[in-house]
């Protein structure tokens, strides 16, 4: 079976005029003329983008949400207002309180901005589950990622409290799994759990050792370059074909990823478009 990925929302945009950008991830995962939906953006792009490039999310039935931040659910509001009720994929913490601590001791709230009662009333089906499971014709659903690799110490800045005392484990963080004939494909939302605790996770779920390609928000522009030159490493050790970061990679970890993946690695902005 044949799976398009396109990019809806990302921080960055590619040639296509009249897409805009924001600092947020959403990807459409097009399938036998069926449509899933991972993440939603802030809220500000999405609409607009899939218009732009002729996508009907009226169409998509099922929504992934990889973990409760803002820049990756706020859009569903808007989803469901315009494009109707959908059945939504998640972990049952996404709407645990969440926040961003700066050095300066102020405190950003990042968890989804509305209720989920609110999104119920708006059409939302929620299916929790923290487990790995099958939500498509070879598509999965991580759950919840053991936490192995002992350099994988994600993002420090990220809080469960404004006081900035309890550190967020973020264990609500999935990534969608996709079985092709190549490999496994892995899409990711910020990956908090980490990029090889990840795939690690995935090809013992699936029993597939081979990763072809990995997309979306790796969060290494959020983590020391330890964790980046290991990150590094594995993925040259798994052999991965296509290394498509966006969102959260930022410039850093996706030039050092450009310099060791020559012809491997490629930014995936809003319009860019796999298939696989
Ligand atoms: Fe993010
Ligand atoms: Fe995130």
Redesign the pocket.
């Given at each position: 079976m044949k799976y398009r990925i396109t990019i809806l929302c990302d921080n960055t945009v590619g040639p296509l005029s009249g897409t805009i950008g924001e600092h947020?991830?959403a990807a459409l995962v097009e399938w036998e003329g069926d449509a899933l939906l991972f993440d939603t953006g802030q809220g500000d792009t999405l609409l607009r983008n899939a218009q732009r490039m002729a996508k009907d999310l009226h169409r998509v039935r099922q929504v992934v949400l990889s973990h409760g931040?803002y820049?990756?659910a706020g859009g569903l509001w808007q989803l469901l207002r315009i494009c109707g009720g959908k059945e939504i994929f998640a972990h049952p913490g996404i709407f645990a309180p969440r926040y961003r601590v700066k050095d300066t001791g102020d405190a950003l709230s990042i968890g989804i901005p509305y209720p989920e009662e609110f999104l119920i009333g708006q059409g939302a089906r929620f299916s929790f589950s923290d487990r790995f499971r099958e939500i498509g014709p070879g598509i999965f659903l991580t759950g919840e990622v053991p936490r192995t690799t002992p350099f994988e110490v994600g993002d420090t800045g990220l809080y469960c409290d404004a006081a900035g005392c309890a550190v967020d484990p973020i264990r609500d963080d999935q990534s969608l799994v996709i079985r092709t004939e190549r490999g496994l494909v892995l899409l990711l939302?910020?990956c908090h759990a980490g990029l090889v605790n990840t795939i690690e996770h995935a090809r013992e779920a699936t029993g597939v050792g081979e990763v072809h390609a990995v997309i979306g928000?790796t969060h290494l522009g959020f983590c020391g370059n330890a964790q980046l030159e290991e990150t590094v490493k594995a993925l040259r050790g798994y052999d991965v074909r296509k290394i498509l970061g966006s969102?959260?990679t930022g410039f850093h970890a996706a030039a050092r990823l450009a310099q060791e993946f020559p012809g491997r690695f490629q930014q995936a902005c809003v319009g860019y478009t796999v298939e696989i």
């Open positions: 947020g991830f931040h820049d990756h939302g910020c928000g969102h959260c």
